[in-house]
């Protein structure tokens, strides 16, 4: 006797147990202006795009164009780089200032270099010049401090400086664990403007001149710290059998 088939009910039945697969929820780009959102094309990724008027993102390719570092009016050219190569490269540029390097081995000291980075380009800017942000593609550490400088300066979350960037540059790279160190970041921020600004909530304590005001529901107040309350009459708290103490 042959045993009855079950197999599509327990198929069903382990169906209806399994969990939902995990969903990632993408908000819509904040950014739809075309002023913003610019023109791409595959050969764009070898060229530097202008995230601010003062900042540029782009390849270490970019960094050799002394015509548009020139006609840029680029005064740093700021490499994100490891400090074994930007050994050998700043020996190409001995004998000039305007490049520089922010030398980091890994995402933790990368993170580290956001003020310092966001320091510089705001010196540069300040000096009537502009910067040029580089890494080896552009796409992945340089971009990352991109990111991080539009954060801090606009006091965005996340995301928003994110498509901030990638609106400019489409080819930004950024991967989970280097997200993870911006998420980090972006809580810094977040703290340090929760400090710099005033909060929001009512004033509830109340002035000397708010009671003043208010004195009539309970007497007359005067300046000179005596207590708010009506004179009375002695008599006739001794009418009442009220003690009086002198």
């Given at each position: 006797?042959?045993?009855?088939?079950?197999?599509?009910?327990?198929?069903?039945?382990?169906?209806?147990?399994?969990?939902?697969?995990?969903?990632?929820?993408?908000?819509?780009?904040?950014?739809?202006?075309?002023?913003?959102?610019?023109?791409?094309?595959?050969?764009?990724?070898?060229?530097?795009?202008?995230?601010?008027?003062?900042?540029?993102?782009?390849?270490?390719?970019?960094?050799?164009?002394?015509?548009?570092?020139?006609?840029?009016?680029?005064?740093?050219?700021?490499?994100?780089?490891?400090?074994?190569?930007?050994?050998?490269?700043?020996?190409?540029?001995?004998?000039?200032?305007?490049?520089?390097?922010?030398?980091?081995?890994?995402?933790?000291?990368?993170?580290?270099?956001?003020?310092?980075?966001?320091?510089?380009?705001?010196?540069?800017?300040?000096?009537?010049?502009?910067?040029?942000?580089?890494?080896?593609?552009?796409?992945?550490?340089?971009?990352?401090?991109?990111?991080?400088?539009?954060?801090?300066?606009?006091?965005?979350?996340?995301?928003?400086?994110?498509?901030?960037?990638?609106?400019?540059?489409?080819?930004?790279?950024?991967?989970?664990?280097?997200?993870?160190?911006?998420?980090?970041?972006?809580?810094?921020?977040?703290?340090?403007?929760?400090?710099?600004?005033?909060?929001?909530?009512?004033?509830?304590r109340r002035t000397l001149d708010d009671l003043?005001?208010?004195?009539?529901?309970?007497?007359?107040?005067?300046?000179?710290?005596?207590?708010?309350?009506?004179?009375?009459?002695?008599?006739?708290?001794?009418?009442?059998?009220?003690?009086?103490?002198?």
């Amino acid at each position: 006797m042959l045993a009855p088939d079950v197999s599509h009910g327990i198929a069903a039945l382990d169906r209806s147990r399994a969990p939902a697969l995990p969903r990632t929820l993408v908000p819509p780009c904040f950014f739809t202006d075309p002023s913003v959102v610019q023109e791409w094309r595959y050969e764009s990724r070898r060229l530097a795009q202008q995230v601010y008027p003062h900042l540029w993102l782009g390849p270490r390719s970019v960094a050799k164009d002394e015509k548009f570092l020139r006609d840029n009016n680029v005064k740093l050219v700021l490499a994100v780089t490891t400090p074994q190569a930007w050994q050998i490269m700043k020996s190409g540029y001995a004998d000039k200032s305007e490049y520089q390097g922010l030398t980091v081995s890994n995402y933790i000291e990368l993170v580290k270099s956001f003020p310092r980075a966001k320091q510089l380009i705001d010196e540069t800017k300040n000096n009537g010049g502009s910067t040029l942000l580089y890494c080896e593609t552009g796409n992945e550490k340089s971009a990352a401090v991109a990111v991080a400088y539009v954060m801090e300066s606009n006091g965005w979350d996340l995301i928003r400086s994110i498509q901030f960037v990638q609106a400019r540059r489409f080819c930004v790279a950024l991967d989970d664990n280097l997200k993870f160190q911006l998420r980090s970041y972006e809580t810094l921020c977040q703290a340090h403007q929760a400090v710099l600004t005033p909060s929001k909530r009512p004033d509830l304590r109340r002035t000397l001149d708010d009671l003043y005001e208010d004195s009539h529901e309970i007497g007359e107040v005067d300046r000179e710290g005596r207590a708010p309350f009506d004179d009375i009459d002695d008599n006739s708290l001794e009418e009442n059998g009220d003690v009086i103490m002198e």
